[in-house]
């Protein structure tokens, strides 16, 4: 099956600094990936949809420039999220459409990514 | 705007029991249904995927209806066990194309041994 990953699955930086997520698609090409933010006990929020080669679509109340998407390749997204804080601490999923046939898609996820900002 | 909510948001029972959870939706004009698990700290697994022409979905102990035009789903796990407990969140998708899912707030399960 369609496998998607997270790098890294868990980082910790110091507030003010800058951390990139990478989100690859394996064994698969996806023209669209999306990102979600899911802070402790609450549901996935999705954030952007990434697609290949053009700007991210970003859900309202997401900053652009501090959350920034770049999908260069169709295989591979990455979220910087620039001078973090404390308050960005979430866990981060990805996903990324695999195609079903000629007209449909199915979403896999990737396992997440641990931020925690101090 | 599609709204999912998910009802109990929590819920604990002994093992081997038989129970239900509640996803409902505002928007019925959905292309299909999934019933995700998360367990803390993890990824999600998909567990059903209900398309909208469909009224249920079964796989082992876990059987998914839906009813599109009341806008409601049920996940309806058989015979609990203690590796049952997570959280289980549903996700309607609207379109064909690569359209975004949105999640419901999720019910976290724990089964007693």
């Known amino acids: 099956g369609a496998v998607v990953s997270q790098h890294p699955s868990w980082v910790i930086c110091k507030s003010g600094t800058s951390v990139k997520i990478e989100c690859r698609s394996l064994?698969?090409?996806?023209?669209?990936m999306f990102w979600y933010r899911q802070f402790p006990k609450q549901s996935l929020m999705l954030m952007a949809t990434?697609?290949?080669?053009?700007?991210?679509?970003?859900e309202q109340g997401v900053e652009k420039d501090k959350f920034l998407i770049n999908h260069a390749s169709l295989t591979l997204s990455t979220l910087t999220v620039t001078s973090a804080h404390p308050e960005d601490s979430s866990f981060y999923i990805c996903?990324?459409?695999?195609?079903?046939?000629?007209?449909?898609?199915?979403?896999?996820f990737g396992p997440g990514t641990r931020l925690t900002v101090t | 705007k599609q709204e999912v909510t998910q009802i109990p948001a929590a819920l604990s029972v002994p093992e081997g029991e038989n129970l239900v959870l509640n996803c409902s939706f505002t928007?019925?004009?959905?292309?299909?249904l999934q019933w995700f698990r998360q367990d803390p700290g993890k990824g999600l697994t998909s567990l059903l995927l209900?398309?909208?022409?469909?009224r249920e979905q079964t796989s082992g102990r876990l059987n998914a209806s839906l009813d599109k035009s009341s806008g409601r789903s049920t996940l309806y796990i058989a015979a609990s066990q203690p590796g049952d407990s997570a959280t289980y969140l549903c996700?309607?998708?609207?379109?064909?194309?690569?359209?975004?899912?949105?999640f419901g707030s999720g019910t976290r399960l724990s089964i007693r041994p």
């Open positions: 928007d019925s004009a959905i292309y299909n």
């Open positions: 064994d698969f090409q996806a023209t669209t």
């Open positions: 996903s990324a459409y695999h195609p079903q046939g000629a007209y449909d898609y199915e979403q896999y």
């Open positions: 209900i398309q909208s022409s469909q």
């Open positions: 996700a309607v998708r609207r379109g064909s194309s690569a359209s975004k899912i949105i």
């Open positions: 990434s697609n290949e080669g053009s700007k991210a679509t970003y």
